[in-house]
Nanobody
């Protein structure tokens, strides 16, 4: 059974930083990419970043230069480092794993999901 377990969310002031973690439990054999999405109240789940097994990465325009996605294979953990946070970054953040279907920004192209972790940025 595959589980993706996020942690690291919380309340931070604008301009602050957080690091989200996503621990992978079980086999995600057959996938070749992991990503982060966010969902604010009343909005659709939105692409944030993706990293492929080749370690190439993609970012949404609104986080480019502020967020970094990386992984530690030895710890079976995916990370999202979030710098210079803004109030509009407030959302539940989810990690996901999938097969790099196109478009990679569509949450429906991912097979496994975590339960989410809340990020709240105060102004």
């Amino acid at each position: 059974q595959v589980q993706l377990i996020e942690s690291g969310g919380g309340l931070v002031q604008a301009g602050g930083s957080l690091r989200l973690s996503c621990l992978v439990s079980g086999s995600i054999f057959g996938t070749n990419a992991m990503g982060w999405f966010c969902q604010a109240p009343g909005k659709d789940r939105e692409f944030v970043a993706r990293i492929r097994w080749s370690r190439s990465s993609d970012y949404a325009d609104f986080v480019q230069g502020r967020f970094t996605i990386f992984r530690d294979d030895g710890k079976n953990t995916l990370y999202l480092r979030m710098n210079n946070l803004k109030p509009e970054d407030t959302a539940v953040y989810y990690c996901a794993a999938g097969q790099s279907r196109i478009p990679h920004t569509d949450f429906r192209n991912y097979d496994y999901w975590g339960q989410g972790t809340q990020v709240t940025v105060s102004s």
